[in-house]
């Protein structure tokens, strides 16, 4: 029983993808794991209940799994490189995550349980280790991934030092001499290769800092960085507004730093709480080194260098990843020792354990019926159909998601009831900074007659974006409507000026209308 709940939440947390749903690729695999936790704690219950604990699954099997799920995503990665096809962001290898980020970090985590599997007495899983080392390894180079590269190339040194284990001092300082060099290299060939890219990821490190020095105690809060980061961007921007930086500035939702993230949301203190956490990991693998415990280390290790470039723990099989690696790191006789202490109180563990299961588990379903029916009610709207009446239903189920608002205002917005819009936009507002809900709520002010308004919803958009069209356009047609022509001028050259970060068919159809504004005026 327990092989299979680890399978399925395994499986469920790096493969499940359900088109019925809004957002198909993600939220699924969470709704997979809460279901796997809550059946693990109802079984755990029933078996504290009776004092008789057999929750029992051995590494070995843990690595096969482990191991076979990363092989099966890598090679689903390597399939879409070698068809080409991009998805809408651009990206050939994604697997059956949403991003590169998230393929690459999923085959960094595993990448070790594989490696594990290589130095196994039976032949057959050797060769099994080999074949999915070797998979995951060309997924992971092969997906261009800059955060899995470093981690890559930082796992596979720390391999070479365990396996040859320089006892010379000298040795030593050459090898981590060497590391960085190699670093340090990789960082910046990747930098040069993808230049733009990386210059948008320093911004919003400059950014997260500025973030971090107002709140440096106790941070903003668990929602910081989607709540309040683009405001400063869009104050730094607007300050810098000729700077190249402002070309490469895009919409974010992540500072591309989990330490650098967790320290603008829960301040020092978190940090401190973090260190904590670290020191004892390393204290668990101290206390007692075993090759298992070298394994889980080394996934940890993995997740710790990949989230200093990306956001790995946003997917919910990085967490299934920590919760093994730190249940491997605490050993036999620790976890032994743990439920020794638990038997004291079986009874109040059961019933814990069976209010918070069923909780998650009735949690779970809820979620599920509510995404299915916004999931119907916006393909509808997208067809055309008028839909306000499930949308306003659903409002009492998901009325604290953002991303719900935000669809629910637009739908408001193309049925022309402008006021309730503007009223579901600004309630977005409490959870969200962004562009795009900048936009809508300027062009709901134009919409009301609100120039003022407009223009200070559509500059706040072009301060956080100053690379995106739409929002001069807009302006360029209020000042139209207020009589300012020389303004309006000056706008519609800038726009023509103006170099499109992406080219696409709507920039084009902005610069025609800009060119026929002109040619009349």
Same mark, same amino acid.
């Given at each position: ?120 007495? !039976? ?8 074949? +999915? *080392?070797?998979?995951?390894? =060309? &997924?992971? #180079? $092969? ?19 365990i396996a040859y284990r320089p006892k010379n001092r000298w040795r030593k300082t050459l090898c981590i001499a060497l590391l960085a060099l190699l670093g340090a290299t990789m960082l910046s060939w990747g930098?040069i290769q993808k230049q733009d890219s990386a210059d948008g990821r320093l911004l919003i490190w400059k950014n997260g800092i500025e973030m971090f020095k107002d709140a440096p105690l106790f941070g903003h ?31 974010? !939702? ?8 967790? +320290? *603008?949301?829960?301040?020092? =203190? &978190?940090? #401190? $709480? ?98 299915t029916r916004w999931a119907k009610a916006y393909t509808h709207a997208v067809a055309g159909k008028d839909m306000l009446s499930e949308y306003e239903s659903l409002y009492t189920l998901k009325g604290c ?121």
């Amino acid at each position: 029983m327990w092989i299979i709940l680890y399978t399925f939440a395994t499986f469920g947390s790096i493969f499940l993808s359900l088109g019925s749903f809004v957002e198909p690729k993600i939220l699924p695999k969470w709704l997979a794991l809460g279901i796997a936790i809550g059946w693990v704690g109802l079984f755990l219950s029933i078996q504290w209940m009776r004092k008789d604990i057999k929750a029992k699954i051995s590494i070995r099997q843990c690595s096969i799994i482990l191991a076979l799920a990363g092989a099966v995503e890598a090679v689903t990665g390597l399939v879409q490189f070698v068809k080409g096809y991009p998805d809408v962001m651009g990206n050939v290898m994604t697997g059956t995550l949403d991003n590169v980020a998230g393929y690459a970090s999923c085959l960094c985590l595993i990448l070790p349980f594989a490696v594990h599997l290589c130095f196994q007495t !039976k032949k057959g899983l050797r060769l099994f280790g080999k074949i +999915a *080392v070797v998979v995951m390894t =060309l &997924g992971v #180079l $092969l997906s261009c991934s800059r955060a899995g590269w470093v981690t890559l190339l930082i796992l596979t040194f720390l391999y070479l030092i365990i396996a040859y284990r320089p006892k010379n001092r000298w040795r030593k300082t050459l090898c981590i001499a060497l590391l960085a060099l190699l670093g340090a290299t990789m960082l910046s060939w990747g930098y040069i290769q993808k230049q733009d890219s990386a210059d948008g990821r320093l911004l919003i490190w400059k950014n997260g800092i500025e973030m971090f020095k107002d709140a440096p105690l106790f941070g903003h809060g668990p929602n910081a960085v989607a709540q309040k980061y683009m405001r400063y961007q869009a104050t730094y921007l607007q300050q810098h507004a000729d700077s190249k930086e402002a070309y490469v500035a895009d919409n974010v !939702k992540h500072l591309f730093c989990e330490p650098l993230e967790m +320290a *603008v949301r829960y301040g020092l =203190l &978190g940090c #401190l $709480l973090l260190m904590v956490v670290i020191y004892t990991i390393l204290c668990l693998y101290f206390m007692q080194k075993t090759r298992e415990k070298t394994m889980a280390l080394s996934s940890l290790f993995a997740l710790a260098v990949f989230s200093l470039f990306s956001y790995p723990t946003t997917y919910p099989f990085t967490w299934l990843m920590i919760a093994t690696d730190i249940v491997i790191l605490l050993g036999e006789e620790k976890r032994k020792a743990l439920e020794q202490r638990c038997k004291n109180y079986h009874h109040i563990v059961a019933l814990t354990l069976t209010i918070i299961s069923l909780g998650l588990l009735l949690a779970v379903v809820y979620r599920y019926r509510a995404e299915t029916r916004w999931a119907k009610a916006y393909t509808h709207a997208v067809a055309g159909k008028d839909m306000l009446s499930e949308y306003e239903s659903l409002y009492t189920l998901k009325g604290c998601d953002p991303y719900f608002l935000y669809n629910y205002a637009v739908e408001l917005h193309l049925r022309g009831q402008y006021q309730r819009s503007m009223a579901i936009a600004q309630e977005c507002t409490n959870y969200w900074a962004d562009y795009d809900l900048e936009l809508l709520l300027g062009l709901n002010n134009i919409e009301l007659g609100e120039y003022v308004q407009a223009e200070q919803h559509l500059m706040q958009a072009h301060n956080m974006c100053p690379s995106r069209f739409e929002p001069l356009y807009q302006l360029v047609q209020i000042k139209q409507k207020q009589g300012l022509q020389q303004e309006a001028r000056r706008l519609a050259i800038h726009i023509l000026r103006m170099k499109p970060k992406v080219p696409s068919t709507d920039v084009e159809e902005i610069k025609n209308e800009i060119r026929i504004i002109l040619n009349n005026n």
